[in-house]
């Protein structure tokens, strides 16, 4: 396991369809990244669950997830499950956010993912960030489409645990799904974290990396 050092990061872009999925797969980095850098700033757009309670959770709960940290938070209304449908919409967003931010990693889910609304974004990321650091996030769920991901991001104990506890707290509306525990979530980190010889992690998938090896 050979470690990349990609140095202090100032500026992240984090994506997602639905609320709540940028902090299932990337909530530890987010929370791990903002406590080694204060002030970093954090532009988050979410394609669903404007004006509704799930916008509120996701508010709170980015605010948790990005401590210190300068967020700018957008919640779009496109419907659930419909993003092939809304695909101008969802590109035009894309775009907007890219016009005035210019990041040193995006946070998106992974170009695998089996739900069509998070493979659909993902396929509009590379399309707008072009020449950026793009880090697919997993997220668990029924469909059984976990894959072998290619970049980690090691996390504490203590920031494993957090993650947790913040996703219990700030998203009341899925609790009952299945899948949504403490059980799955650490499980998860617990895997990564043996894959990259950590105690946790999350995992990325990432499909283009340029290496600066002279610097």
Known sequence: MIPLRTGRKGRVV????HCDDIAIGAGGTLLAMCAARPGLRVDALVLSGGGTEREDEERAALAAFCPGAELDLTVLKLPDGRL???WDEAKDAVERLRAHADPDVVLAPRAG???QDHRGLARLVPTAFRDHLVLGYEIVKWDGDLGRPSAY????AEIAEAKVRLLQEHYP???HR???????FLGLARIRGIECHAR???A????????????
Not at 14 to 17: C, H, P, T
Not at 204 to 215: A, S, W, Y
């Open 178 to 184: 299945p899948w949504y525990d403490r059980e799955a």
């Open 153 to 156: 991001q090691p996390l504490s």
């Open 84 to 86: 092939p449908a809304h």
């Open 173 to 175: 509306s899925q609790r």
């Open 14 to 17: 984090a994506l997602a369809a």
């Open 113 to 115: 993912d089996a739900h």
């Open 200 to 202: 946790y992690a999350e």
């Open 204 to 215: 990325f998938d990432v499909t283009k990396l340029v290496l600066d090896l002279e610097g």
